[in-house]
């Protein structure tokens, strides 16, 4: 069974950092692409970044472009999330999600497996 397993979350002061981790398991995604999606409290699901897996293309959201890196490793089967100069409405559930197509999506409904997320908590 395809399983998707984030970890690395919690609680990191106003401009400090964290590294989230997606970890793949059941098959692997080398000819697909993965991404990382969040929601905040009372708000919808929004992405954040994409990374094409054989070719490394990446893609952001405009509202995270300088401060998050989104990263894979090939062979632990892995995709990473760093993020820097968290801010506090950075705030939310963080969540990975893989798609059996090369193409970069930023859409939900364009992928195909989904984790169980993580939770980020910037603090003042």
């Known amino acids: 069974q395809v399983q998707l397993e984030e970890s690395g979350g919690g609680l990191v002061q106003a401009g400090g950092s964290l590294r989230l981790s997606c970890a793949a398991s059941?098959?692997?995604?080398?000819?697909?692409?993965m991404g990382w999606f969040r929601q905040a409290p009372g708000k919808e699901r929004e992405f954040v970044a994409a990374?094409?897996?054989?070719?490394?293309?990446?893609y952001y959201a405009d509202s995270v472009k300088g401060r998050f890196t989104i990263s894979r490793d090939n062979a632990k089967n892995t995709v990473y999330l760093q993020m820097s100069s968290l801010k506090l409405e950075n705030t939310a559930v963080y969540y990975c999600?893989?798609?059996?197509?090369?193409?970069?999506?930023?859409?939900?409904?364009?992928?195909?497996?989904w984790g169980q997320g993580t939770q980020v908590t910037v603090s003042s």
């Open positions: 999600a893989a798609r059996n197509d090369p193409r970069i999506a930023e859409r939900q409904y364009e992928y195909d497996y």
């Open positions: 990374i094409s897996w054989s070719g490394g293309s990446t």
């Open positions: 059941g098959r692997t995604f080398s000819s697909g692409s």
